[in-house]
């Protein structure tokens, strides 16, 4: 069981670890988080909009952080974490989007017609 170093700061994976690297992560983060509210308490755009620009906010948000907090990238020593994150990517929107495209047939069927506007 022994990897070979006596010194655990000397793991590859310690290495990467920068704290530019997070606080770049978390600026961006508390950026992000600052503009969509700001966009959403202000009424900026439309309703269709705004959940288009709050969620590509979320997209860059997340991806900047993929790269700086958690270093995921194409070198040697993060392609394992890089592809386990391929590999759920997808399973990760299949269930978002089906819970989502189920509950919006669910309101189709139960809900009166005239009553819900959305």
């Not at 959403?40 to 952080?65: F, K």
């Not at 194409?74 to 399973?91: G, K, R």
């Amino acid at each position: 069981m022994s990897h070979g170093h006596s010194n655990p700061l000397e793991h590859p994976e310690v290495q990467l670890a920068s704290t530019s690297g997070y606080l770049i992560a978390f600026v961006v983060g508390l950026g992000a988080m600052l503009v969509g509210l700001w966009m959403v308490i202000g009424h900026a755009l439309s309703p269709v909009s705004l959940t288009t620009a709050v969620a590509l906010i979320a997209l860059v948000t997340a991806l900047v952080q993929l790269y700086f907090l958690f270093k995921l990238d194409l070198s040697a020593t993060q392609i394992w974490h890089t592809v386990s994150l391929v590999m759920t990517a997808p399973l990760f929107v299949m269930a978002v989007g089906l819970t989502i495209w189920m509950f919006h047939t669910l309101m189709q069927r139960t809900m009166l017609p005239g009553v819900c506007t959305f």
